[in-house]
């Protein structure tokens, strides 16, 4: 392996052990596909760090980073971008989309109609994409991160096999370990970053911290169980998916949280 790259690597994992607890193999691969310029396919629940990683590695790697939030209504033009009339010249400029960018973070793909998927595909393969019947070239280094939710439904489009094809690698994040989770925590409780955004996963971030701000209403500058009790159904049970079976049978995600709890040891 050249000097340079393997620097390179060295620094990139050293940075984003930094941002990012655990997931080690999952953020090699990641940053290999990147290197080779190839497209990643990224699938995992919300909350787990996928766009902190590529946000990351784009400033590792010092290359443009854009995002692309995907919703059933995104028109092609809303990536691409579309000729604008000037109104001073009276002629046509190109107002560029965001996938004018060396890497582009698409996230949701599969929230994405089909039609704005086709002008994705393009740029995909060819490194241009065509706009009223003109081609324009993307960056050399153009390339897709895209992530999915395994677990929603509603409202998603299937990738079709022809797209799928032009990802080099399908990268799934899960939970974070236990030992993780914790370090996580810790590191948001010593103040290293305020931003819950700022590493993984974001419900126990949000939990602690506004547990945290019960005790400090209440003159206390320690947490006690009970206020970590109190608030994790207004803080968990819009995360939490109940199964259409359980859902049947009147199972709410306040009586899972419950449950939950009430099977944990109190720490003495």
Do not use: W
Not at 50 to 59: N, Q, Y
Not at 82 to 92: E, G, T
Not at 107 to 128: F, K, W
Not at 139 to 151: G, M, R
């Amino acid at each position: 392996m050249p000097k340079p790259l393997s620097e390179l690597a060295r620094n990139a994992r050293v940075e984003l052990g930094k941002a990012i607890v655990g997931h080690t193999d999952a953020l090699e691969s990641l940053f290999l596909t990147i290197v080779c310029g190839g497209h990643a396919l990224i699938e995992g629940v919300p909350g787990l760090g996928k766009t902190l990683a590529v946000r990351s590695l784009a400033r590792i790697l010092r290359v443009g980073f854009r995002r692309v939030q995907c919703t059933p209504d995104l028109m092609p033009a809303d990536v691409t971008g579309s000729n604008v009339l000037n109104m001073a010249s009276s002629d046509f400029r190109l107002h560029q989309g965001p996938i004018f960018t060396d890497l582009l973070l698409v996230d949701e793909i599969n929230r994405m109609p089909p039609r704005t998927q086709a002008a994705l595909l393009e740029a995909m393969e060819e490194r241009q994409v065509t706009i009223d019947g003109t081609a324009h070239p993307l960056s050399p280094l153009f390339t897709v991160v895209a992530t999915q939710n395994p677990v929603e439904f509603e409202g998603t489009y299937p990738l079709p096999e022809a797209e799928l094809d032009r990802f080099a690698v399908k990268i799934r994040i899960g939970y974070p370990e236990e030992d993780d989770e914790r370090s996580i925590l810790a590191r948001h409780h010593a103040g290293l970053d305020a931003n819950p955004d700022a590493g993984i996963p974001r419900a126990a971030v949000h939990l602690m911290q506004i547990a945290k701000a019960v005790a400090a209403t209440e003159g206390r500058d320690y947490l006690l169980p009970d206020d970590v009790k109190r608030m994790a159904p207004a803080v968990l049970r819009h995360r939490l998916i109940v199964r259409a079976e359980a859902d049947l049978e009147g199972v709410t995600s306040d009586q899972v949280i419950a449950d939950v709890l009430a099977s944990v040891p109190v720490p003495k």
